[in-house]
């Protein structure tokens, strides 16, 4: 009897450090890894979205955006509330009295729409931040 309670005293004490152990060793091996890729958005895939679908559009704008809305009583920032999607791509503008220039860097795009000696322009910039594009600058002119 008295060896049968040492045999049972050390196998308790023994019972505790290997269920550590053994926890331990699963809660490690079973450890995921989770590597997130990095992104490098092409910018003609973001602009045809960016077109199309407002709430990408919306999700896209540096709020507060730079730039203003010009009229001969003055300028007004841009808002998130009042915010009216654009729709219209400067690369899809066919009509010939509207001049366009786009001008493309690695990290920046910025599109340019004019009406020849009327005082109607819009700029506008794109950025890519961490490898995704942006809207960071808006501006028209319509004196």
């Known amino acids: 009897m008295t060896i ?3 045999q049972f005293n050390c196998m308790r004490n023994l019972i505790l450090p290997l269920s550590m152990i053994i926890v331990l060793g699963l809660s490690v091996s079973c ?3 989770i590597t997130v890729g990095s992104i490098d958005e092409s910018f003609d895939t973001f602009y045809d979205q960016f077109h199309t679908d407002t709430a990408f559009q919306l999700s896209r704008v540096k ?3 730079e730039g203003e809305y010009v009229t001969i009583d003055g300028g007004e920032s841009w808002t998130r509330d009042g915010w009216e999607p654009h729709v219209q791509k400067v690369t899809d503008i066919s009509d010939p009295e509207y001049d366009t220039e786009i001008t493309r860097k690695d990290t920046e795009v910025i599109d340019k729409v004019w009406l020849r000696d009327s005082g109607f322009s819009v700029e506008r910039r794109f950025q890519k931040i961490k490898g995704r594009w942006y809207l960071v600058y808006y501006e028209t002119v319509n004196l």
Do not use: A, R
Request: proline share 11%; no cysteine; aromatic share 22%.
């Open 63 to 65: 709020f507060p955006l």
């Open 4 to 6: 049968f309670v040492l």
């Open 31 to 33: 450890k995921k890894t």
